[in-house]
């Protein structure tokens, strides 16, 4: 059973049953049923035609559940409409499916949670810590947005920065998470970098680029986490560190500035060190300051407190995290970071082990458990 190719099928077969008059939560029910009957049938009886058969069969469950509810009777015409089975059109609807679930109706934070759930393939423990909110709230949002869109017609896509998010929230949970969502985000920004012309749109994809030039020497042999310190920069793909800037530096050129392009921004000033020791700190801290006027975010501050310990030294960089909530998700981890640059190895290795506790995947808790586990071997000598 390839789930990879069911996987990157759901999102045209769900798109198409939208588009034949299914309202979104009864066609992503249908969807379901259909990729369970496909991982029981296909292992025996595997089709020519995979995405026609998700078609046929999803399509024909959704009549189905309509029949069934008494309370959609006025749906029973659309029995006579059902498509034979057949090859179904080679068409990418992902992109579209993205702007449909940026509905109007629906707030940006909703609309950017059902589409990670239906589209992007995310789980709700997923989304909730990319918004930084309990699963349960989480579940609430998306139960709601569901709500909200059941029966609304998809005549009127959503704005481009909602998708954006969507985007940029795919490729993080690809690149750092459990999922492999990367590759997949990157190619649906090219497609919308040709289709708009906009500046945070190319801010977007050059952030991505920039980032999985580098995502080769992310991990070692074993599985285990590089810091970008640490990386060999000789394995970074500077092919696209090259497309990455020059996409920036044309955004930049517009003098548009936007969140995207400010990280994009960061990114390459990483990128054009030719070592760790050589960064641009100064300048970084710089773009970390227009970033937190364009956001906001808290998140966006703890990652300049890093900056800041950087280029001004590490209790500097402890100043600067002083003034943030310590609930941060990884602000054990920096705080761990800045201690120990800081020559406090004692207080260094007991927020590692913290930090450690609070990851949100295995492989940053292994790294985490290693860091503190050194410093205690350090302090024992």
């Not at 045209?12 to 009957?37: K, P, T």
């Amino acid at each position: 059973m390839n789930e990879a190719l069911l996987r990157s099928l759901t999102p045209s077969v769900l798109a198409i049953l939208v588009r034949r008059g299914a309202d979104f939560a009864a066609a992503e029910d249908a969807v379901q049923d259909a990729l369970v009957e496909a991982v029981r049938v296909w292992p025996t009886d595997p089709p020519r035609d995979a995405k026609g058969w998700l078609v046929t069969v999803a399509w024909r469950r959704f009549l189905d559940a309509t029949r069934a509810d008494a309370a959609r009777r006025r749906r029973e015409d659309l029995v006579d409409e059902e498509p034979a089975p057949g090859p179904a059109p080679a068409v990418d609807d992902t992109l579209r499916l993205y702007f449909l679930c940026a509905h109007p109706s629906l707030t940006p934070s909703s609309a950017v949670a059902l589409t990670l759930r239906a589209v992007g393939g995310l789980t709700t423990r997923q989304i909730a810590q990319a918004y930084l909110v309990p699963e349960a709230t989480m579940a609430q949002r998306i139960s709601r947005a569901k709500r909200t869109v059941s029966g609304v017609r998809f005549d009127q896509p959503g704005d481009v920065a909602t998708v954006l998010r969507v985007l940029y929230l795919v490729f993080n949970e690809g690149y750092s998470g459990d999922v492999d969502l990367a590759a997949e985000a990157i190619r649906l920004t090219r497609q919308l970098a040709a289709a708009i012309d906009h500046p945070e749109v190319a801010g977007l994809l050059a952030l991505m680029l920039l980032h999985h030039a580098r995502r080769a020497a992310r991990t070692a042999p074993d599985g285990s986490l590089v810091p970008l310190a640490e990386q060999d920069r000789g394995r970074w793909d500077t092919e696209s560190i090259a497309e990455g800037v020059e996409i920036l530096q044309a955004a930049l050129a517009r003098d548009r500035l936007g969140e995207f392009q400010a990280q994009a921004a960061i990114a390459a000033l990483h990128a054009d060190a030719p070592t760790a020791e050589e960064t641009d700190w100064v300048q970084i801290v710089e773009w970390y300051d227009e970033l937190a006027r364009l956001t906001d975010s808290p998140v966006v501050r703890l990652n300049r407190a890093v900056a800041v310990g950087e280029a001004d030294g590490p209790r500097a960089g402890l100043a600067a995290l002083a003034a943030l909530d310590d609930s941060l998700p990884r602000h054990a981890a920096v705080a761990a970071y800045l201690h120990e640059r800081d020559g406090d190895l004692a207080t260094a290795a007991q927020l590692y082990a913290e930090a450690a506790q609070k990851a949100p995947n295995l492989a940053e808790r292994d790294h985490l458990t290693r860091q503190a586990a050194r410093l205690n071997a350090r302090r024992c000598r």
